[in-house]
C-alpha cells in the first residue's frame, strides 16, 4: 500500500474490524528488514510517506487501536505534535514510538506549546502521555524533544509531566542537539536512558535553580551513554538513583563527574548498582573522574569492568 489512503479505504472494504495487525506503509526495498514494532503487536511503520498530504480522518482511522508507531523517511514532520497528533482522534493505545531518518523533524513540541493550556494542547499532551518508548535515530534537524522558540509565557504555568508513562528514551545519531530538551519532571517514570553518537550535546539532564542539591530519578536501572565527544555533565547536581543496575559509558571524555549520590550515613554505591561497563580505552579516563569524596571511586571499583568491545548503534 502506497499511503494511508489505501490502507483505510482496504478497511472501509472489510467485513469486520481488524483486531491484530502489522501494517507497513509504502516499504520499499532496502527499508529496515526487522522493525521492533512487528513483535509489538498491532503496529503501523510509514516509510517514505508525505504527511503533510494525508487526510486526517484517514490519520485517525489508521492509528485507532495501534499500540506502536514507526516513522522512517518521512516528510511533513516538523514539530511532531502540530504536524502528527494533531491528525489523530485520541489514540490512547499508543505505547511506543520509533522515528528514523526523518530530516524535517525539529521537536516533539516547543516551549510555547509546553507551557500554554489551551484546550486543544491539553488534548494533545494526553495522547503524549500514554507513550511508554520513544527511540529516535537519524534526524538530522532535531533540535530536542521539547524545542526552546525563545517565547516567554506569562503567567508561567506548573510544569505537569507530559511523557508521564515514558520507560525508556534512547536517541542515537541527532546530532545538532545541544540538549535533551527535557525537564526534570519528564524523568520521574524512566527506566532506561541511551543517548548515542551525538556530536554536540554537553549536558543529558537540566535541573533547574530550587530543584535542590540531590535530585531523585527513582526508577532508572540503565545509562547508557556512547561517543558523545562534547558531553560535560550529566546532571549538574548529585543524582539519587534507587534503582540503577548497570551504568555503560564510552568516549565521553570530556565528562569530569558521575554525579551518583552515596548514602551519607554508610558511605556505599547505590544498593542496587550491580555493573559499571567502560570501554578499555576510556581507562585513563576513568581513573582521572572526580568525585565528591576521595573513597567514592575505591567503593566503586569492584562493579567496573573494562571491556574491550567498542558498541555502536548500527
Known sequence: ?????????????????????????????????????????????????????EE??????????????????????????????????????????????????????????????????????FLLRTLKHIMLCGLENFIGVIQNIGVAVEPRLPQAAVFSSLQSLSITRCRKMRKLGLPLSEFQNLEEICISEWDKIEEIIEVEEGEGRVVSLPKLRLLKLWDLPRLKSICNTMLFCSSIVLIHLQECRELKKLPLHFDLTSPSPPQTLESILIWKEDKEWWESLEWEHPTHSHLLQPLVTFDYSHYSSG
Open 1 to 53: 500500500m502506497k499511503n494511508v489512503s489505501d490502507v483505510c479505504k482496504f478497511n472501509r472494504c472489510r467485513q469486520s474490524q481488524l483486531t491484530s495487525f502489522v501494517i507497513h506503509v509504502n516499504r520499499r526495498v532496502g527499508d529496515f528488514d526487522h522493525w521492533p514494532g512487528e513483535n509489538y503487536g498491532n503496529a503501523v511503520l510509514l516509510h517514505h510517506c508525505d504527511l503533510k498530504n
Open 56 to 125: 486526517g480522518e484517514d490519520f485517525s482511522m489508521l492509528f485507532r487501536d495501534n499500540k506502536f508507531l514507526g516513522l522512517q523517511n518521512c516528510k511533513g514532520v516538523r514539530n511532531f505534535l502540530l504536524d502528527v497528533f494533531l491528525k489523530l482522534n485520541k489514540p490512547n493505545s499508543l505505547e511506543h514510538l520509533d522515528i528514523s531518518k526523518c530530516r524535517g523533524m525539529e521537536c516533539f513540541l516547543t516551549n510555547e506549546q509546553f507551557l500554554t493550556a489551551s484546550q486543544e494542547l491539553d488534548s494533545c499532551f
